[in-house]
């Protein structure tokens, strides 16, 4: 993770090694040659060196994917994944639940069913249960879009999704 941001080259990068090691731990045996993750493309670049996978594909609501990656990226309208069906072996959506309106997310669920087909969709996400665990989400989202060079004035629970309908959007 390193290669991708200079911070985890003298701090290590513990929180992202424990969900690593327990995804490995369940794609044993589903590693898949092609897998597609959300987000700026560090833990999608990670995995695909990490597990040795043949195509990777990250995707987000809006391009703050670093230029370092070499892996497929892919920017999400909020509707319509931009795959064929059945374009993936398996989907991972890593702390991206979260940012997606309660009412939009089987939608996406759907929508990730459709690209993956019969493969597996592991999801990986925080839970919220008030105030704090609100601010400490905000606090890691804008840390994460400030990494990738696209900090944000809005830190809303409800993060980009709902702002990538409503550019203007504060």
Known sequence: ?????????WH?????YVALTNLQQLWIRVIAARSMLAGDGVMAQTIKTLFRLNRVASVDV???????L??????????????????????????VLHHVPAADRMALIHECHRVAGRGPIYIKDHISRGVLDDARLAILD??????????????????????????DGL
């Open 62 to 68: 809006q391009d703050r994917f670093l230029p370092s």
């Open 142 to 167: 804008y840390s994460a879009m400030c990494r990738s060079g696209v900090c944000e004035r809005q830190l809303s629970p409800r993060g980009r999704l709902a702002r990538s309908r409503n550019p």
């Open 1 to 9: 993770m390193s290669a991708q941001v200079s911070l985890y080259s």
């Open 12 to 16: 290590t990068p513990s929180y992202q």
């Open 70 to 95: 070499n892996i497929e990226t892919a920017i999400y309208d909020g509707t319509t994944l931009p795959f064929a069906d059945d374009s993936f072996d398996c989907i991972l959506l890593f702390n």
